[in-house]
């Protein structure tokens, strides 16, 4: 899927919330080769944004969402939702 480009940038969809946001605006995951769901802003591949916002993390992390999205048993290490979350654009002011 192509993404659209807004005045701000490429636009995203959350897998949360399916709010449509700026692509630096959220976080990008990707499933590792050994399954595994890592942040990764830059890399190459399949992967899936999400808002750094507690409550679409959790959504994405439960019912098996990802592993839908990025076509494969994924593996989500507990962590993973505090990374996220630590990424919001308001911490830290």
Same mark, same amino acid.
């Given at each position: 899927m192509v993404?659209?480009?807004g005045k701000d940038g490429p636009i995203r969809?959350? /897998?949360g919330c399916r709010q449509r946001r700026p692509k630096g605006e959220l976080v990008r995951l990707v499933r590792r080769p050994d399954g595994r769901v890592v942040v990764d802003p830059t890399g190459?591949?399949?992967g899936?944004?999400?808002c750094?916002?507690?409550e679409c993390v959790a959504?994405? /992390?439960r019912g098996g969402r990802l592993n839908?999205?990025?076509r494969g048993m994924c593996a989500v290490e507990p962590e993973l939702a505090t990374v996220v979350n630590?990424?919001?654009?308001d911490r830290g002011r």
């Open positions: 993404g659209r480009r969809t959350c /897998l190459p591949g399949r899936v944004y999400v750094a916002d507690g959504r994405v /992390l839908v999205a990025l630590a990424m919001r654009p």
